[in-house]
């Protein structure tokens, strides 16, 4: 979409926002609480490291910084340094490929490189790989042969949280937005495609204990009776490659999966195992200040797409970084750890495809298995 029909499309969303109604009225929701202990939370499976990726991975080409990772269907794996402000692609063996991109202002290139260089990459549905720069407001998308098709300028003075926006299968850019007591998720089409209003006049939190993080001394300025409402750094939003969104509120631990294909087929429920409960539960009893998530973050399988995972992070022991696997029902399927050693980086998973399990660790991206 040019310039000219993105602009027509920011102007109407003030009136589509106050014209439409919730997608889902509550009768469409299914809502799954409490689902029931299991035993998986007592039998932890082994991830084992099978690859690193870091260093010099071809001629004249290195991985310094890595930020985020995607992989295409044909199971070709992209990696955005932000040490450099491109991408480097790899086969389905590891094999390094080629890269793309550069700092500049011109089509296809980055605002800039360093440590706080933060680009989100992912392969829509539609198969066309989108990078979203931050620090430029804007989206730019790829071709997996790293041509470049088109960009798209986001305004930021409309107020809307663009937090990491996905795509669907038409190659729609899904955004998030955030006005009083009503979360809407929209299309690049001002379609509006995820309405929830709540009625609620306090935040949603797993535990009552939850506080906003604050620098001591700060406590004071926390609004008494502020609106139900939920900040962008509270949602995880993926979508998967057959069309199901995924919402995911780390307060309160509660997840909303929704079918783009049948929007009244959404799904509503508390992912609550009732171990990690406790040692989060634990864990926050212990701050004086801050915000303790149970789960973040949320990483559809890119293999089994009745499944997903959750980021648990460290388990109590402190040695290992937990990932709890769960189907779309809710129902716990199975917890993986992977081994911490004192002082050694801990390992960020950001993606599941080809079996394997992909995590970011300070300059490298290290492979797993199980």
Known sequence: MNNNRFTVFLLTLSVLFTASLPVFPSSY?????????NLWEKNFKLLKKVREIKDQVGKDEYLFLPYSIAMDRNNNLFIYDRGQAKILVFDASFKFIKSFGAVGAGPGEFSGSGKFSSVPIQIGPDGKLYAYDHNANKVLVFDTD????RQIKINPSLGFNFKDPTADKSGNLIFQEFRGD????????GEILFSMLNKEKEKEYLFAENKIFLRPGQEDNIPKNEPFSYDGSELQMKITANSKLFLYFTAAATLYIVDLNDRKNAKKFRIWPEEAVKLRKAELEKMKFGYACLFSPIIPDGDQSDLFYVDFGKNKDRKSECLYRLNLEGNLMGVLYIPITEGSATPMILLKQNNFFFAREDDKVVVYQE
């Open 29 to 37: 929701i299914k809502v799954i609480t409490d689902p029931p202990p």
């Open 146 to 149: 790293g041509k470049f098709v």
């Open 182 to 189: 009503s979360l809407v998720i929209f299309s690049e089409k």
